[in-house]
């Protein structure tokens, strides 16, 4: 790596993100990083040694940045039900609404993709879910401790039906789904695991 840059590498790894979110991770050559970024091919290897690590590196940065602060939100558990509800509001708005809507998500994407068995994006994509996965059981836990929850709720597959909706959702909204749609699926999820006569709310409004 050269000792001095005229550029912030950060920067360009987020261009990439942005490349590899909209326009998918085996479809971005070189020259579109090159073009995205404006900066030398030289530059690029000599700061990241490759494609495949700058690649990895937009990945890192796409979790970070778009993906840990939605999951972060569950950790501790919340307030059970309405906090699982409240975070797929927000995973609903952010897939739907502004500059990035109807790309879906990029750690979905890749790992749906060829891409998805290389062993360091695999490595990567683990890590996150076992936070995703801690975070739901978080969160049930809770849900259970304030009695929202049905007893014959099943929280290892609940965990696991949760993922799931998280990542039909993604596919979903870049497919063009409506956000009523998604959100009164989601709401139609978790009021089949709520115990009769809670009143927390589970309607996934997005905050």
Known sequence: MPS?????????????????????WAETGI??????TGLSRSSLYATFGSKHQ????????????YVDPVVTA????????????????????????GAR???????????LSAQGADP??????????????????DALGRAGELGQLRSDVDTEAT????????????????????VKSLRQAVAAALSAI????SDADTWPQGK
């Not at 809507?101 to 790992?111: D, E, H, K, P, S």
């Open 120 to 137: 360091d994006v695999a490595e990567i994509l683990a890590a996150h879910r076992k936070h995703l996965d801690q975070a739901l059981r």
């Open 194 to 197: 709520r115990a009769p006569g």
């Open 54 to 65: 700058l690649s990895l590196a937009a990945l890192r940065l796409y979790l970070r940045d």
């Open 159 to 178: 965990v696991e039906y949760l993922m799931l909706l998280m990542q039909g959702i993604n596919v979903r909204s870049r497919d063009g789904a409506d």
């Open 4 to 24: 001095s840059k005229h550029f912030d590498p950060e920067d360009a790894v987020e261009a990439v993100v942005s490349l590899l979110w909209r326009q998918g």
């Open 31 to 36: 020259q579109d990083i090159v073009d995205a």
């Open 74 to 97: 569950l950790d501790g558990g919340g307030d059970g039900l309405p906090s699982i509800a409240a975070f797929f509001g927000r995973l609903i708005k952010a897939r739907c609404w």
């Open 101 to 111: 809507a109807r790309w879906g998500c990029l750690a979905t994407t890749v790992q």
